[in-house]
């Protein structure tokens, strides 16, 4: 099983400065990775695929990087609606055998 | 709009069995894999099976193989998941979700299932 591991478990930023938050995968991925955030109460919602395409509607504010094993969600300014968690997804195997990080909460420093 | 409803969720007892359903509208479901995620109180997302467009290929997680099946039922545009032998550690809000790749582009509401005497 390909295990998914994020860092940092908790980012405290203020509004308006970068977010940077890792995934890294314990066996090449490829660039089969995406990133999901999740507000309290709240189903995720898909931010990007295939590890840096944005789906649609997504802002350009984040962005994603990688391949292999380490990547990179990068949120370029942050606003308020941003404080979040935020989960990494490996779909890698056929058929698919997901599996997902513990996440990164990102909150208001 | 694209909206995913699951029901089916509730109290069940050690052992028990439930079946959850979910209901598909506003896109095209037979062209979608589906999947079930589940997230227990205050933890993380954990995948528990997925099915393809035609019903093909099915997976399960470790956690739930043996006991849980999935369906779908694309002349009702709805998901299905029996499970079976259920543990506390079962419980959960399960999340359908609908994808073209691997990632989940749509998601439902969650419907709660709690495993307890």
């Known amino acids: 099983e390909i295990v998914m591991t994020q860092s940092p478990a908790t980012l405290s930023v203020s509004p308006g400065e970068r977010a940077t938050l890792s995934c890294r995968a314990s066996?090449?991925?490829?660039?089969?990775l995406a990133w999901y955030q999740q507000k309290p109460g709240q189903a995720p919602r898909l931010l990007i695929y295939?590890?840096?395409t944005r789906a649609t509607g997504i802002p350009a504010r984040f962005s994603g990087s990688g391949s292999g094993t380490e990547f990179t969600l990068t949120i370029s300014s942050l606003q308020s609606e941003d404080f979040a968690v935020y989960y990494c997804?490996?779909?890698?195997?056929?058929?698919?055998?997901?599996?997902f990080g513990g996440g990164t909460k990102v909150e208001i420093k | 709009q694209v909206q995913l409803v699951e029901s089916g969720g509730g109290l069940v007892k050690p052992g028990g069995s439930l079946r959850l359903s979910c209901a598909a509208s506003g896109f095209t479901f037979s062209d979608y894999y589906m999947s079930w995620i589940r997230q227990a109180p205050g933890k993380g997302l954990e995948w528990v099976s997925y099915i393809s467009s035609s019903s093909s290929y099915t997976n399960y997680a470790d956690s739930v193989k043996g006991r849980f099946t999935i369906s779908r039922d694309n002349a009702k545009n709805s998901l299905y998941l029996q499970m079976n032998s259920l543990r506390a550690e079962d419980t959960a809000v399960y999340y359908c979700?609908?994808?073209?790749?691997?990632?989940?582009?749509?998601w439902g509401q969650g419907t709660l299932v709690t495993v307890s005497s």
């Open positions: 295939g590890a840096s």
């Open positions: 066996q090449s991925v490829s660039s089969n």
């Open positions: 997804q490996q779909y890698n195997n056929w058929p698919p055998r997901l599996t």
């Open positions: 979700a609908a994808g073209l790749l691997g990632s989940s582009l749509y």
